[in-house]
């Protein structure tokens, strides 16, 4: 609890405070991943018997996406893999139909549920804050679409997200399996509590901001060095999106820009 406190302390501190912030908090013992779990999934995902999503990569999807890449990504990240996987991965079909045209514009969308898929540029800068290397382990909160777990899984193959409405985890499981995404693990769960099984993560990324640091995601980040991504602040307003990093029992928050995201909801 001490942590959770002192990080209480530090994120009201940080919210006065103009520049940058890298408050010093400490997380609490992480009980270890028990060997040998058999993960069994905590709802069966109905795939929908329609779903409304374009999986043909045509000529002018292809020339759409990367005008978006050369316009909005290119120019704001450094890291040539993150830029390579916003150029594959086909975002078009991971939204509804009636909005294909407007699936390369750098804007959130509606995807149903009262949810959106994240603005492409922020999703790719997001992504490059996780500094992934092949192989590492990754947590998404908040699958939504699918399209930020297909563009993780672009970069290492250990992808794990969860997300809390049954019905988009379904579809973002059946989109994710056409187009051949079949070992990003999805599971229907409050992201609140991560996904212990899988733990400890070398990142994890929060696409739903919640109105404090989830302490159990804390705790399932690596010890030496794992970083994650979230955006923190009061619903329907303005959020501060943070670098999060711990070193052992140190964990710094260094705060970033300011965003716009769903609200992080709970069961
Ligand atoms: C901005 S959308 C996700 C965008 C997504 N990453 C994509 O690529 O389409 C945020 C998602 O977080 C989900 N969410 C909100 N609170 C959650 C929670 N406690 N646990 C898991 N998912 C949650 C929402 O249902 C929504 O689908």
Redesign the pocket.
């Known amino acids: 609890m001490r942590w959770l406190l002192l990080a209480a302390l530090a994120l009201s501190l940080a919210a006065c405070a103009g520049p940058p912030a890298t408050p010093t908090v400490r997380p609490g013992a992480i009980p270890p991943p028990e060997e040998g779990t058999i993960y069994v999934p905590t709802a069966v995902l109905a795939t929908p018997a329609q779903l409304d999503r374009m999986f043909e990569d045509t000529p002018s999807m292809q020339a759409a996406r990367e005008a978006l890449v050369s316009r909005f990504v290119d120019p704001r990240v450094a890291d040539e893999r993150v830029v390579a996987a916003l150029r594959k991965v086909p975002r078009h079909s ?1 939204i509804p139909t009636y909005l294909l045209e407007s699936a390369y514009n750098d804007h ?1 969308l509606p ?1 149903g ?1 009262g ?4 603005q492409p540029s922020l ?1 790719a800068i997001m992504t490059e804050l996780l500094a992934l290397e092949p192989g590492d382990r990754v947590l ?10 297909a ?1 993780l899984r672009e970069l290492t193959d250990q992808v794990y997200t ?4 049954p019905e ?1 985890a379904a579809i ?1 499981r059946a989109v994710l399996d056409r187009l051949g995404y079949t070992d990003v693990h999805i599971d229907r ?4 509590y991560g996904w212990l099984e899988h733990a400890p993560y070398d990142a994890i990324i929060v ?2 901001a ?1 109105d404090h640091l989830p302490s159990p995601l804390v705790d399932q980040l690596k010890p030496d060095g794992g970083r994650m991504v979230i955006p923190i602040g009061p619903v329907g307003d303005v959020q501060t999106l943070w670098l999060v990093e711990r070193q052992g029992d140190e964990v710094t928050m260094q705060r970033l820009m300011d965003v716009r ?7």
């Open positions: 991971f959130p995807i549920y949810q959106t898929i994240s999703v998404e909160i908040g699958t939504g679409s699918g399209y930020q777990a563009i969860v997300e809390i409405i988009l973002a769960r409050d992201g609140y696409t739903a919640p995201f769903v609200p992080f909801t709970r069961e």
